[in-house]
């Protein structure tokens, strides 16, 4: 029985703002996501028993602290059944490094959204309902490609495609929680208490996205892992004509114009104390057919 087959592809931040904290307590973001061809497999699979999760990495939960399976609870219920969720058995095939700032949980619920809704027939607009209530960077994960995020990165609006190139990964062996670096960049810049905010227009956004370069979590994140500001040196150092620290961290990535260069620098620096992953920035219209949207 080979069941149904989706992807879920990683995500980076090429760029990331925290213009202060909201009156609900999450923090504003200005944020341009970036789909990877790097992808975690989901196989949903018919069974006669409860919902369950299988992984082939130990580290990643199988139990309801996974948003997969949040996900499914959710589908369940919009479908108008009742009870826990049944007949269905998720298998991941883990390839997006988990504490990285590539998006991986996310992707996930947002594939295994998609891949429920179709079978239990819950339409588009309620599976984005659900994907907004499980996570800010889920939406995201239903258009792909190049967009902006605002409000608290949920907000999207489609970006030009960025320039196709070579991305190098570089994952340390720490992860770095999402709410651990946002700790550390409230207490660092005194932010978090100090400033309210309203929610910025995406009026004009499409070009001044790019150009508001920089990730906002890096230097916090770094003061208590050096090694990020390391990589990120050393990635530009080997030819990288961008380099950052990806969403809280702890992954940094280096984009490449040319794939010879770019596999340099995956071989140079990776390490028994470290992951390097070669991949490359996917655009909407293909980041669509390769998810099923």
């Not at 080979?2 to 992807?7: D, H, L």
């Not at 996501?33 to 497999?41: K, V, Y």
């Not at 499409?206 to 906002?216: I, P, S, Y």
Request: charged residues 25%.
């Amino acid at each position: 029985m080979t069941g149904t087959r989706v992807r879920a592809l990683a995500k980076i931040n090429l760029t990331l703002r925290v213009l202060g904290v909201r009156a609900d307590g999450y923090h504003e973001l200005r944020t341009t996501f970036q789909s990877l061809a790097l992808h975690d497999t989901l196989t949903i699979r018919a069974t006669r028993r409860p919902f369950s999760i299988e992984c082939d990495d130990p580290a990643c939960p199988v139990d309801r602290t996974n948003l997969v399976w949040r996900a499914a609870e959710r589908v369940w219920r919009a479908a108008g059944r009742r009870g826990a969720p049944r007949g269905v058995r998720v298998r991941i095939e883990k390839r997006i490094p988990m504490q990285a700032g590539l998006g991986g949980g996310s992707s996930d619920a947002a594939a295994a959204l998609r891949a429920l809704g179709r079978r239990w027939r819950v339409s588009r607009v309620t599976l984005l309902q659900i994907a907004a209530s499980l996570g800010a960077d889920v939406p995201y994960f239903f258009e792909g490609g190049t967009a902006l995020g605002v409000a608290r990165g949920d907000r999207l609006s489609p970006l030009p495609d960025h320039p196709a190139a070579w991305v190098v990964l570089v994952v340390p062996a720490f992860g770095v929680s999402t709410k651990d670096a946002y700790g550390w960049f409230d207490r660092d810049t005194r932010a978090g208490a100090a400033r309210r905010v309203r929610p910025p227009s995406t009026a004009g956004a499409g070009g001044g996205a790019h150009a508001d370069a920089g990730n906002d979590l890096q230097s916090p994140a770094a003061k208590r892992h050096p090694e990020i500001a390391r990589l990120v040196g050393a990635l530009r150092r080997h030819g990288a004509h961008s380099a950052a620290m990806s969403g809280s961290g702890s992954a940094v990535f280096g984009l490449f114009k040319k794939r010879p260069q770019a596999l340099l620098a995956t071989r140079a620096l990776a390490s028994a104390t470290r992951r390097t992953v070669l991949t490359r920035t996917v655009s909407r219209a293909r980041y669509r057919r390769l998810v099923g949207n």
